[in-house]
Each structure stands twice: as C-alpha cells, then as structure tokens.
C-alpha cells in the first residue's frame, strides 16, 4: 500500500546481484528483487550468510562485486545497525531531536518530533533518562525512533528485535509496517519470525548460496 504522498517512481530494483569479500567465498548470487514504497522486505538466513552485507550494498557503503543495483527516488536513507551506539552522558530524547536541529528547527518543534516518535516506539517513560541508562531493547528502539524521526525514503533495519521481548517485538514490527505504509520501503535483516511474518516479502539469503563445492581432503 503507497501512502498519498508517495511520489511515483520510487523503486529500487536489484539485478542478478553476488557479493563476496576478499577472503570469503561467494555470500551470495544471482539476487534481483524490485522494492517500492509499502514494501517491507525481509532478508532472512542464518548468522554469516550476509544479511548484514546486503544492507550495506542497499545502503551504498559496499559496491556489489556483480549485478546493478537503481535506486530512483530515494533520496533519504535511514539506516539502524545491529548494534546500539550514542553518547552515554545525553539523554534518549536528545539522540532522536538532534538530527532534527541539525536540519534547522526550533529545539521546541524537533523536541515535539521526537517525542511523537519516541512514542511509537514505547519510549515515553525513558525520554529524559541518559542513554548509558539504558536496557539493551531501549536503545535499540531508540535507534529506530532516531532514524525514523528523519523521514527516510529507505529505512535499513538490522535485526530490530533481537533484544526484545515477544509484546515489544510485535510494537516494533507494527511500527515499521505502518512507516512502509506511509510511503517508505523498509528492509530488515531479521532471525525472528515474527518480524518475517510481519514483512510483505521475504529473500531467504541460503537460496541464493552457491551450491557447496567439494571440499579436498
Ligand atoms: N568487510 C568485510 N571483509 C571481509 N569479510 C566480511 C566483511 N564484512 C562481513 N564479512 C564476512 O562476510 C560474511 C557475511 O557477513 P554478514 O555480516 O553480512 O552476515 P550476517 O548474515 O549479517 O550475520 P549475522 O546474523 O551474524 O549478523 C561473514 O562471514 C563475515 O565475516
Ligand atoms: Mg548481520
């Protein structure tokens, strides 16, 4: 489902992608896929297979070592990595305004902001508390809160309920559906089945794994 305001055309379409780094063996091949706005794709597989390293092909940070990847349209990319980082001293609410204030509104709007979106992600009761404070599943939410304050066309999600507790999960997982809703394509790395069952498609990354070569002995 495309929000209103989703502007035709934004789509981002993968074509006959493989990746490998040097020292490793072929992650990955042959992955195309086309995303637009509404979409919410899951990147499924066990730990290693590359999920992480498709975000990052995604997010422009890695070149593919084959295939094109397009991206039209997309011209904010918000990305929430597998592990939680911010300034220990600062409170959660400042983590998510800051990037608003740096983009030039008032503290007083880019508070307000902040705290709407903190409220998605169930983090009113910690706004004001510092961020070394923190529960592993806040700071993770807060991350989420944070990237999803700047209106991302693409918001890249590493393994957003791995903290989490089933009911939080479930928040969350609501929560970046109803983002893809609006307008935006959504991709998130995930081993928790919940999170696959609430993305409107899936890439499980062990179909795209070379067949095994024979190892010598
Ligand atoms: N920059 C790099 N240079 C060399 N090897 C890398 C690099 N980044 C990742 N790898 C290797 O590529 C493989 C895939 O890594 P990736 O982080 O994409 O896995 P993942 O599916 O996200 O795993 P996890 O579920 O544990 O997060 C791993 O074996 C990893 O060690
Ligand atoms: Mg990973």
């Not at 789509?11 to 072929?26: Q, V």
């Not at 991206?71 to 400042?94: H, K, L």
């Not at 992600?121 to 806040?138: H, N, Q, Y």
Request: glycine fraction near 10%.
């Amino acid at each position: 489902m495309s929000g209103p305001q989703a502007p035709t055309g934004r789509i981002i379409r993968a074509d006959g992608l493989a990746h490998r780094f040097a020292g490793t063996a072929t992650l990955f091949q042959g992955l195309s896929f086309v995303l637009s706005p509404g979409d919410v794709l899951g990147v499924c597989g066990p730990s290693g297979c590359g999920k992480s390293t498709l975000l990052s092909i995604l997010a422009g940070w890695e070149r593919p070592a084959v295939g094109t990847l397009t991206m039209t349209g997309i011209e904010r990319t918000g990305c929430v990595f597998q592990n939680p980082y911010g300034v220990p001293r600062r409170s959660a609410i400042d983590h998510v305004a800051f990037p608003l204030l740096t983009k030039g509104l008032s503290r007083r709007t880019a508070e307000a902001r902040a705290r709407e979106t903190m409220a998605l992600f169930g983090l009113t009761d910690v706004e004001d508390r510092p961020f070394r404070a923190l529960s592993g599943g806040e700071a993770q939410r807060l991350m989420l809160a944070r990237a999803v304050t700047s209106a991302p066309d693409l918001l890249l999600v590493d393994e957003p309920t791995a903290q989490l507790d089933i009911r939080t999960a479930h928040t969350v997982n609501a929560t970046l559906g109803g983002i893809a809703a609006s307008g935006a394509i959504v991709v998130i790395a995930t081993h928790d089945p919940d999170t696959r069952a609430a993305c409107t498609r899936v890439i499980d990354m062990p179909d795209y794994a070379p067949a095994t070569e024979a190892v010598a002995s």
